[in-house]
T-cell receptor, first 113, second 115 residues
Framework: GAGVSQTPSNKVTEKGKYVELRCDPISGHTALYWYRQSLGQGPEFLIYFQGTGAADDSGLPNDRFFAVRPEGSVSTLKIQRTERGDSAMYLC???????????FGPGTRLLVL | AQSVTQLDSQVPVFEEAPVELRCNYSSSVSVYLFWYVQYPNQGLQLLLKYLSGSTLVESINGFEAEFNKSQTSFHLRKPSVHISDTAEYFCAVTLLRGSQGNLIFGKGTKLSVKP
């Protein structure tokens, strides 16, 4: 079956612009996670959704970052007033329940010039 | 705070040699443990996991890892590597209490298999 998909695969933007990154999880998976992976580092947790609600957003670095999942399926990570330090690979993962196995998408590579 | 340490950032080995990628974790609560692999230009794939039961877990492509609670380790081993095993390997944990199941990752180990 179809895995987790993320669009776009690459995004180049200018400092100060607004970007949206999309994640389409595996059908039926209620848990959805966003992670950020900087060069030479492991992925770091950003936010977790169970259904439509953000159950844990403790990993969001500041209030420029926001994510939604309005219908409990597709999720969008939104970054306002982008900064060069936001450049990273943004990963999305989904899971049937959350804790046991997460399935990752290919990621969106964001470059802020 | 919980953390995962992968002591080796790069491991070069020759084909058919054995390899061990080390992983240690720090946590005040019980954890589930995972190894993920990232092949060049691909996303993260689950390689193997320990949830409960036998402390030795195996993957379909010959890797194994052993959970050692006293040493808080989950080292990954393969007795004979192939060129196709060249990838970056990430160790990760998730807490059984006090979190919503998000993964805490190490910094990764790049395995480079040479002919």
């Amino acid at each position: 079956g179809a895995g987790v998909s993320q669009t776009p695969s690459n995004k180049v933007t200018e400092k100060g612009k607004y970007v949206e990154l999309r994640c389409d999880p595996i059908s039926g998976h209620t848990a959805l996670y966003w992670y950020r992976q900087s060069l030479g580092q492991g992925p770091e947790f950003l936010i977790y959704f169970q259904g439509t609600g953000a159950a844990d957003d403790s990993g969001l670095p500041n209030d420029r970052f926001f994510a939604v999942r309005p219908e409990g399926s597709v999720s969008t990570l939104k970054i306002q007033r982008t900064e060069r330090g936001d450049s990273a690979m943004y990963l999305c993962a989904s899971s049937p329940q959350g804790r046991e196995t997460q399935y990752f998408g290919p990621g969106t590579r964001l470059l802020v010039l | 705070a919980q953390s995962v340490t992968q002591l080796d950032s790069q491991v070069p080995v020759f084909e058919e040699a054995p390899v061990e990628l080390r992983c240690n974790y720090s946590s005040s609560v019980s954890v589930y443990l995972f190894w993920y692999v990232q092949y060049p230009n691909q996303g993260l794939q689950l390689l193997l996991k320990y949830l409960s039961g036998s402390t030795l877990v195996e993957s379909i492509n010959g890797f194994e890892a052993e959970f050692n609670k006293s040493q808080t380790s989950f080292h990954l081993r393969k007795p004979s590597v192939h060129i196709s095993d060249t990838a970056e390997y990430f160790c990760a944990v998730t807490l059984l209490r006090g979190s919503q199941g998000n993964l805490i990752f190490g910094k990764g180990t790049k395995l480079s298999v040479k002919p």
